[in-house]
């Protein structure tokens, strides 16, 4: 997208083209791209796709700011509202599924994954993200579910069309709204030295602040959606950056055994590398550890993987009698089994936890 400046239209005029040309992008994704307000919780923005994925127009859901929580389905509002305190209060990224109730009373799946937007004094204070609609992927896990072989057999199959998926919403990020966000805050940032007014000024020269933020966030989005998980070196490439992101968002120091030997499929390499996000995801949430060791070897045709970590640990039997509030372990051990592997998790209190998974390659009953 190439825009020409009139030297007949004045800085504003221009950045309202901007910014229609913007969102005229953004309302053009295949997903649904959403920017919140955390206090009070409410919607700023949400693009018109969200009507032909649950029914409601986007009006209803900014001039109602119950009505988002609302229709999540019952059986998942709970967990989204801890999800969406946890965000608001520290700035933890969201990457979570759920279920929306639509209009009609039509139940439908989303991806959410969303980032905090701090103020100056690094408090959370607004949230931006995209909700992809994948309701045909859930339907199919269930009828996978009445049939164990079956499920393995196309195991594989339903990893590569996530990831299709997944790779192709990234190239529609990176290649349009990051490309248009780039172009224009060049051309805005040359505007800024002509502006006589400070005041004007300084407002551009916020706008370009805000624009590059953007440009880091939808790039941090782009790199979750398509890690490169070509090969083993790929997948142990990524394992080492999410240790990095780990170790740099809190005390905790993060330590890679790897002896993997053979060769990893991309479809394996994308489930572990998920089975792997989600775990250091609960280290950093939950844990409250010093410490953490994510393992990897070869082993029976696949790959066995190890995430260790030394902190407060909690009751699994507990977890497992109650699992409505702790899904997410429920979700990585039926990924793990989807794929034809197997997940276990042990963990005390004052003992630390330890998850353990492993996945064939390629996928597939064994």
Do not use: C
């Amino acid at each position: 997208m190439h825009m020409e400046q009139d030297p007949r239209l004045s800085s504003e005029e221009l950045l309202r083209a901007a910014a229609g040309g913007y969102r005229s992008l953004i309302e053009e994704l295949p997903a649904v791209p959403r920017l919140l307000s955390l206090d009070p919780l409410s919607t700023l923005y949400v693009s018109p796709q969200i009507e032909s994925l649950t029914g409601f127009p986007p009006e209803r859901l900014i001039d109602d700011p119950d009505l988002w929580l609302q229709v999540i389905h019952d059986e998942d509002r709970e967990r989204i509202r801890a999800v969406l305190a946890d965000h608001a209060v520290a700035g933890t990224p969201i990457s979570e599924e759920y279920r929306m109730s639509a209009e009609g009373g039509r139940i439908v799946w989303v991806r959410e994954e969303s980032r905090a937007i701090a103020d100056d004094t690094g408090r959370p204070v607004a949230s931006q993200g995209i909700l992809l609609d994948i309701t045909d992927r859930k339907l199919l896990e269930e009828e996978l579910e009445s049939n164990v072989e079956l499920r393995r057999a196309l195991a594989s199959r339903l990893v590569r069309t996530e990831e299709d998926e997944r790779a192709r919403i990234a190239a529609e990020i990176f290649g349009g709204p990051i490309q248009v966000l780039s172009q224009l805050k060049i051309r805005v940032d040359e505007l800024i030295p002509d502006l006589s007014d400070e005041r004007q000024a300084a407002e551009l020269t916020d706008v370009a602040d805000t624009m590059e933020r953007a440009i880091d966030r939808l790039g941090l989005i782009v790199s979750e959606l398509r890690p490169p998980l070509r090969d083993a070196s790929g997948l142990i490439s990524v394992i080492r950056f999410l240790l990095r992101e780990l170790a740099e968002s809190g005390d905790v120091t993060p330590h890679l055994d790897d002896r993997v030997r053979e060769e990893v499929s991309p479809e394996t390499g994308a489930v572990v590398y998920r089975l792997i996000n989600e775990s250091l995801a609960n280290v950093r949430k939950h844990a409250l550890a010093r410490n953490v060791v994510v393992a990897m070897e070869s082993s029976e045709g696949g790959i066995l993987v190890t995430v260790e970590d030394n902190g407060k640990g909690f009751d699994v039997a507990r977890i497992e009698q109650d699992p409505a509030h702790h899904i997410g372990l429920q979700l990585m051990r039926e990924r793990a089994e989807g794929a034809g592997g197997r997940y276990s998790v042990e963990s005390a209190f004052g003992d630390g936890t330890t998850v353990e998974f492993w996945i064939p390659s390629p996928l597939g009953p064994r």
